[in-house]
């Protein structure tokens, strides 16, 4: 093994540069395993931030586009405050029943897997048999039957996924630790 020459402007900028990396790996490890653990632990306050967030985001969108309504340089304006309340009226629907928002999020995570799964049923059945067609079927199958679910009982299923999600953070969080310190190990290993 080489050794490593700190005097080295450059080599102390990548010194630098590993070392600030593996920390904030680790930090971002650290928050999606507290993410991951919240989630899966309140999926229904998980689900009502989100469901809030939503609301809210389409209430402060509606707000901007009636403030851009009254600039008399603007060509649409009779459309911009008819869109605006449209997203306030909404917003302010979806904040206050929240049961409303989950079925919402259920039917559109539900009926994207349903095209997906369709577009790879096609994609599969339509190429020339090769290596991975296989695939293309087993995922397309998969996604149609999950999204044919989700659609079916949409707000059990944002439940059930928001859960699952969790458990992906957590995962995930544990892989971004363990290579923090895989990183900060390699980095000690190469500064000694």
């Known amino acids: 093994m080489t050794e490593v020459n700190q005097s080295d402007p ?4 990548a010194i630098d540069m ?5 920390q904030i790996m680790l930090f971002f490890g650290l928050a999606t395993l507290v993410l991951g653990v919240v989630v899966a632990l309140h999926p229904s306050g998980s689900l009502n931030v989100i469901a809030v967030l939503i609301g809210v985001s389409l209430v402060l969108s509606g707000v901007f586009h009636l403030i851009r309504m009254f600039d008399p340089r603007e060509p649409h304006r009779v459309w911009l405050g008819l869109g605006a309340l449209l997203f ?3 917003g302010l629907v979806l904040i206050r029943h929240l049961h409303l928002t989950y079925a919402l999020i259920g039917l559109l995570v539900g009926i994207t897997w349903v095209v997906q799964g369709v577009v790879l049923l096609t994609v599969g059945l339509s190429t020339e048999p090769r290596t991975g067609r296989g695939w293309w079927i087993v995922f397309g199958v998969v996604s149609l039957v999950a999204g044919i679910v989700v659609v079916a009982v949409p707000v059990k299923s944002v439940h059930v996924l ?3 999600f969790g458990i992906w953070f957590i995962v995930m969080g544990l892989f971004e630790v363990a ?5 900060r190990h390699a980095l000690h290993k190469a500064t000694t």
């Open 10 to 13: 450059n080599t102390r900028a």
């Open 18 to 22: 590993v070392t600030a990396s593996w």
């Open 88 to 90: 306030i009226v909404i």
């Open 162 to 164: 928001a859960v699952l």
């Open 179 to 183: 290579g923090a310190f895989v990183l």
